[in-house]
């Protein structure tokens, strides 16, 4: 798979392929793109796994409704309640071992035929930490893969961030 050096920004691949509807984004951090959706006429749900986060996004989108829940379980999110799933650069930070059964639950949450999107950062040969010691695994991304058992691959790419000029890699799926 080669590598785009600028993809499509995030909203114009949003308008493409999800549809109108209840929308869930999944490591919503500071709200900044759940509030974008819910603008936009996607009903958004954040969750994040980070409370600190969280009160961050309640209080600059105060429009939102908000949860504390982790992947994979996100517990109290009921499954096949949302046309879409946005999940940003969010499964990188998880332990490799909780990354194919969080991929498994976020197509979960969609009901038939709803578009979820997922990006991560690609970490190559180890894991990392940042600054902020936030892991960054390296994983084989057939992992990924083998989650979305039950879908159509819409959309498969690499391409290089703007802003941090990292690898990002983006899929889009439609369950089945």
């Known amino acids: 798979m080669g590598i785009t050096a600028i993809g499509n920004d995030l909203h114009e691949t949003i308008k493409t392929f999800f549809t109108q509807g209840p929308t869930i984004d999944a490591g919503c951090g500071?709200?900044?793109?759940?509030?974008?959706?819910?603008?936009?006429?996607?009903?958004t749900v954040g969750v994040d796994a980070s409370k600190g986060l969280l009160l961050e996004?309640?209080?600059?989108?105060?429009?939102l409704t908000l949860f504390y829940s982790a992947l994979p379980e996100l517990t109290g999110v009921v499954e096949e309640s949302f046309?879409?799933?946005?999940?940003?650069?969010?499964?990188?930070?998880?332990?490799?071992?909780?990354?194919?059964?969080?991929v498994h639950k976020l197509l979960n949450l969609l009901k038939s035929q709803g578009i979820l999107y997922l990006s991560w950062r690609v970490t190559e040969e180890e894991d990392r930490r940042d600054e902020q010691g936030r892991l960054y695994a390296a994983f084989d991304e057939r992992i990924v893969i083998n989650g979305l058992v039950g879908a159509q691959l819409l959309m498969d790419e690499k391409v290089v961030s703007q802003s941090s000029g990292k690898?990002?890699?983006?899929?889009?799926?439609?369950?089945?």
């Open 57 to 63: 996004a309640h209080r600059h989108h105060p429009e």
């Open 83 to 102: 046309e879409n799933v946005l999940c940003e650069t969010v499964i990188m930070h998880l332990p490799i071992d909780l990354i194919e059964p969080s």
């Open 167 to 176: 690898i990002i890699r983006r899929i889009v799926a439609r369950k089945n």
């Open 30 to 43: 500071s709200g900044r793109d759940a509030a974008w959706l819910n603008a936009n006429g996607y009903p």
